[in-house]
T-cell receptor, first 112, second 111 residues
């Protein structure tokens, strides 16, 4: 399968724990995006990379959130000291340049 | 980048009818994109229309762009129950802009 993959698909954690999500983009895509989506809302932009450089971070991304794309391929999104408000679907997408984005299936996070 | 605003927020139609959704934006754009999201899934890119294009077709989808009115519409013809989903537009100011999504239009196609 050459689509965008995300792992895990579901994560249940207790408040205060750290979680890490992984995204594997389409191999030739140089851009990688992270979004967060809550029920009934459109995806909210969190951050994006061009190759390994993180070009922009949303103000939504508090200092508990960190994202990396160390070799310009896969990316990780870590949330430290999770809070109940972090419960959401975390979506990853990739693109070649700034055109059509291809989304992964998402990681659903539930913080108890 | 800028957020597109979809209208209506919700739309319910009978199978076989056409569905029309609208998108408005505020500043000049390079391109406008439409995406679909089935419940609990990731988004799927449907179609991209560039600022110098007025209409584009893809299967049962027809997208129009009116840059003078800063609006776009997505028409789904002969709708099917499988078209039930949320539809989002995204307006990009440059080809290297990031995508920002609006709240979307929730379409229900009743069999």
């Amino acid at each position: 399968d050459t689509g965008v993959s995300q792992d895990p698909r579901h994560k249940i954690t207790k408040r205060g724990q750290n979680v890490t999500f992984r995204c594997d983009p389409i191999s030739e895509h140089n851009r990688l995006y992270w979004y967060r989506q809550t029920l009934g809302q459109g995806p909210e932009f969190l951050t994006y990379f061009q190759n390994e450089a993180q070009l922009e971070k949303s103000r939504l991304l508090s200092d508990r959130f960190s994202a990396e794309r160390p070799k310009g391929s896969f990316s990780t999104l870590e949330i430290q000291r999770t809070e109940q408000g972090d419960s959401a679907m975390y979506l990853c997408a990739s693109s070649l340049g700034g055109y059509a984005q291809y989304f992964g299936p998402g990681t659903r996070l539930t913080v108890l | 980048s800028q957020q597109g605003e979809e209208d209506p927020q919700a739309l319910s139609i009978q199978e076989g009818e056409n569905a029309t959704m609208n998108c408005s934006y505020k500043t000049s754009i390079n391109n406008l994109q439409w995406y679909r999201q089935n419940s609990g899934r990731g988004l799927v890119h449907l179609i991209l229309i560039r600022s110098n294009e007025r209409e584009k077709h893809s299967g049962r989808l027809r997208v129009t762009l009116d840059t003078s009115k800063k609006s776009s519409s997505l028409l789904i013809t002969a709708s099917r129950a499988a078209d039930t989903a949320s539809y989002f537009c995204a307006a990009l100011k440059t080809s290297y802009d990031k995508v920002i999504f609006g709240p979307g239009t929730s379409l229900s196609v009743i069999p």
